[in-house]
């Protein structure tokens, strides 16, 4: 028995070695593959995170800046045949008819037709809303910027080449972070040849430029 052991002990060991190593191969490999699919997913998400954040675009940046404008606030003052005469708080962007339903809406006898309810809301406007065959020099009477927009031109435009942040600011829909984009354009990139240049600057597209459009000027 012992010369039956001794003849066959160094094939039981050799076999049991390979059988050893093999699954130990087998087991490494496993491993090896997870951990490889693991990375490929955190690659994968890495990508998708960054395509995402590429994606962000100009009209995302304007409608967030758009935003921030319409959350600015004016003072109007309205007077004469409304329900509630008074000051009140109101959104940039809003207009009269915003304005007059915050007071209470017309009194009976209110000559409303004398009032443009279209009109755009710009702070410290006064609105004067007359009785029906009252005459009124001015039913809205617009704040008085003498001074303060020197770059106007005699139409009332604003040329944005030479407005002030401050003078730009009284233009629809731009607060002081468009006003200062627009100026810092012109110093990176000179004056603006057209006024249509003004869609170069960031947060001002199509739809900030068709409000712009009949307010502005690059003329000297």
Same mark, same amino acid.
């Given at each position: 028995?012992?010369?039956?052991?001794?003849?066959?002990?160094?094939?039981?060991?050799?076999?049991?070695?390979?059988?050893?190593?093999?699954?130990?191969?087998?087991?490494?490999?496993?491993?090896?593959?997870?951990? *490889?699919?693991?990375?490929?997913?955190?690659?994968?998400?890495?990508?998708?995170?960054?395509?995402?954040?590429?994606?962000?675009?100009?009209?995302?940046?304007?409608?967030?800046?758009?935003?921030?404008?319409?959350?600015?606030?004016?003072?109007?003052?309205?007077?004469?045949?409304?329900?509630?005469?008074?000051?009140?708080?109101?959104?940039?962007?809003?207009?009269?008819?915003?304005?007059?339903?915050?007071?209470?809406?017309?009194?009976?006898?209110?000559?409303?037709?004398?009032?443009?309810?279209?009109?755009?809301?710009? *702070?410290?406007?006064?609105?004067?809303?007359?009785?029906?065959?009252?005459?009124?020099?001015?039913?809205?009477?617009?704040? *008085?910027?003498?001074?303060?927009?020197?770059?106007?031109?005699?139409?009332?435009?604003?040329?944005?080449?030479?407005?002030?942040?401050?003078?730009?600011?009284?233009?629809?829909?731009?607060?002081?972070?468009?006003?200062?984009?627009?100026? *810092?354009?012109?110093?990176?990139?000179?004056?603006?040849?057209?006024?249509?240049?003004?869609?170069?600057?960031?947060?001002?597209?199509?739809?900030?430029?068709?409000?712009?459009?009949?307010?502005?000027?690059?003329?000297?």
């Amino acid at each position: 028995m012992k010369e039956l052991w001794s003849i066959h002990k160094t094939k039981i060991m050799v076999a049991t070695f390979g059988l050893a190593l093999i699954s130990f191969i087998g087991w490494s490999n496993m491993n090896g593959d997870k951990t *490889d699919s693991s990375m490929e997913q955190i690659s994968f998400a890495g990508t998708v995170q960054g395509e995402e954040t590429e994606e962000t675009t100009s009209e995302e940046i304007e409608n967030h800046e758009e935003e921030a404008v319409s959350n600015q606030e004016v003072l109007i003052d309205i007077k004469g045949q409304v329900q509630q005469p008074g000051v009140y708080r109101m959104k940039t962007g809003d207009r009269i008819i915003d304005a007059v339903e915050k007071a209470g809406g017309f009194m009976e006898g209110a000559d409303s037709d004398k009032v443009n309810l279209a009109a755009l809301l710009a *702070d410290e406007m006064v609105i004067i809303v007359p009785k029906e065959g009252e005459e009124v020099d001015e039913v809205i009477q617009q704040p *008085d910027i003498t001074g303060k927009n020197q770059s106007a031109s005699a139409g009332g435009l604003v040329n944005i080449n030479t407005a002030s942040e401050e003078e730009l600011t009284t233009l629809t829909g731009v607060g002081p972070a468009k006003a200062k984009a627009i100026i *810092d354009y012109r110093t990176e990139n000179g004056l603006f040849k057209k006024e249509e240049d003004i869609m170069q600057v960031t947060g001002i597209g199509e739809k900030s430029f068709e409000k712009l459009r009949n307010q502005i000027t690059v003329a000297n």
